[in-house]
C-alpha cells in the first residue's frame, strides 16, 4: 500500500491548511492515523479516524482546531487545520493499519503499518 500525504506548506499563524492521505484501504475496517516530528523531537499523534463507527481521535492540543474526516469521492483521509500555531510546525505523516485497531491503540506508531512520505507544514509570519 502506498500511501500519498499531501496539502503542506508555509502558512501565517491563524491560518489554515487541509492535508490529505491517499489512498487509504477501501473496505470497512482501516484506521488513518496523522502523526507529526518536529525538529529534534519524537513523532507524535495527533488525529485518527476509524472507518468503522466513523470514530474520531485527537491530541489535545489540536482538538476544537483539527478536524480528520473521510472524503468519500477523493478516498481520501484528511485533516483540516485551523487557528495554526507556530508549535504546530512539523513534518505531518499519515498511517494507515487495515484493522479497527482499539482505542488506545489509535495514537501509538507502532500500529500502523503502512506510511506516507510526510509533508512539511510551517507556521510562521
Known amino acids: 500500500v502506498q500511501l500519498q500525504a499531501s496539502g503542506g506548506g508555509l502558512v501565517q499563524p491563524g491560518g489554515s491548511l487541509r492535508l490529505s492521505c491517499a489512498p487509504p484501504?477501501?473496505?470497512?475496517?482501516?484506521?488513518v492515523g496523522w502523526f507529526r516530528q518536529a525538529p529534534g523531537k519524537e513523532r507524535e499523534f495527533v488525529a485518527a479516524y476509524r472507518r468503522a463507527g466513523g470514530d474520531k481521535y485527537y491530541k489535545d492540543s489540536v482538538k476544537g482546531r483539527f478536524t480528520i474526516s473521510r472524503d468519500d469521492v477523493k478516498n481520501t483521509v484528511d485533516l483540516q487545520m485551523n487557528s495554526l500555531k507556530p508549535e504546530d510546525t512539523a513534518v505531518y505523516y499519515c498511517a494507515m493499519s487495515p484493522r479497527r485497531l482499539i482505542t488506545s491503540a489509535t495514537a501509538t506508531r507502532e500500529s500502523y503499518d503502512y506510511w506516507g512520505q510526510g509533508t512539511l507544514v510551517t507556521v510562521s509570519s
Open positions: 484501504a477501501s473496505g470497512r475496517t482501516f484506521t
